[in-house]
């Protein structure tokens, strides 16, 4: 007879991954083998692929923020180049390119892989297939986002592109230290948008989020994915515990009780226990 996890104990397996912690910390935690909770993740990644992917259809969403994240899978880059492994899907950078609702805090959809115009192009027409309404969009100044939005929208979206302008020289620069934003300007690129909205500042929070709670995305540590698949699997379980388990304090602040963005989105009416997060692989 197989050796099959309580209900319970996956559950705090699950709970202890949605809050920043590793492989290793979460099966020292619960007592079991790091084999055991790496499976639990990509078998609950996959079912919270699949729930969100048919739930966060037809969407009421109408402002958009889009904007994406880095990190690596095996190796970085410039090592996977150095060793020729550049063009295999489990070796160098990869990008987590999330789309944002303004007014409900909802990620309805994400895209795993290159920073390139197929992912781009990939990403957006996702979006475009959940919303049957006129949407407004802002992304950050990457050219394949641009393309992509004429390609996929046409005329029939309000587009603006928010640029970040950075210091020239060289003295704010240190190891690991980007170069320090200076100033920022919107371009209006496509229909009337509306400027108060138009920024990308609540992907960017939800991307420090991602940071924060998934042990993959933490910079300057040994955390990061050894195999592409599992690095999506956790991204889509990240995305289940953020859209449909925790309640964002923004939205409960406004509603009085505990709300998350599939609450304010109205695809649920309650928030999700982590119960019924295991019990989708069930």
């Known amino acids: 007879?197989?050796?099959?996890?309580?209900?319970?104990?996956?559950?705090?397996?699950?709970?202890?991954?949605?809050?920043?912690n590793g492989i290793r910390t979460t099966s020292r935690i619960v007592g079991c083998s790091k084999n055991t909770v790496n499976s639990l993740q990509l078998k609950l990644g996959e079912a919270c692929g699949d729930y969100q992917d048919a739930l966060f259809q037809d969407l009421p969403c109408r402002v958009f923020s889009a904007d994406e994240i880095?990190?690596?899978?095996?190796?970085?880059?410039?090592?996977?180049?150095?060793?020729?492994?550049?063009?295999?899907?489990?070796?160098?950078?990869?990008?987590?390119?999330t789309a944002l609702c303004v007014d409900t805090k909802l990620v309805p959809c994400w895209f795993v892989g290159r920073r390139d115009e197929a992912?781009?192009?990939?990403?957006?027409?996702?979006?475009?297939?959940?919303?049957?309404?006129?949407?407004?969009?802002?992304?950050d100044g990457h050219e394949p986002y641009i393309e992509a939005v004429e390609r996929i929208w046409g005329m029939d979206v309000d587009y603006l592109v928010l640029e970040k302008i950075y210091s020239s020289t060289t003295e704010t620069r240190?190891?690991?230290?980007?170069?320090?934003?200076v100033a920022t300007r919107t371009r209006i690129v496509q229909g009337t948008p509306d400027r108060s909205k138009g920024g990308t500042s609540y992907s960017e929070s939800h991307n420090q989020k991602i940071r924060q709670k998934m042990r993959r995305f933490t910079r300057l540590t040994n955390g990061h994915s050894?195999?592409?698949?599992?690095?999506?699997?956790?991204?889509s379980f990240h995305m289940f515990v953020h859209n449909l388990i925790t309640p964002h304090e923004t939205l409960t602040r406004a509603q009085g009780s505990n709300c998350t963005p599939a609450m304010a989105a109205g695809r649920a009416t309650t928030p999700y226990a982590f119960e019924?997060?295991?019990d989708l692989i069930r």
Not at 74 to 97: F, L, M, S, V, Y
């Open 226 to 235: 050894k195999k592409s698949v599992h690095h999506v699997a956790a991204v």
């Open 276 to 278: 019924q997060l295991v």
């Open 174 to 181: 240190v190891a690991y230290n980007p170069a320090r934003v």
């Open 70 to 97: 880095w990190s690596f899978c095996q190796k970085k880059a410039k090592t996977a180049r150095r060793k020729g492994e550049e063009n295999t899907p489990d070796h160098g950078d990869i990008w987590t390119h």
């Open 119 to 139: 992912a781009a192009h990939a990403f957006l027409s996702d979006l475009a297939s959940r919303v049957n309404h006129k949407i407004q969009l802002t992304t």
């Open 1 to 20: 007879m197989p050796n099959i996890l309580k209900r319970e104990k996956q559950a705090q397996i699950a709970k202890c991954l949605s809050e920043g």
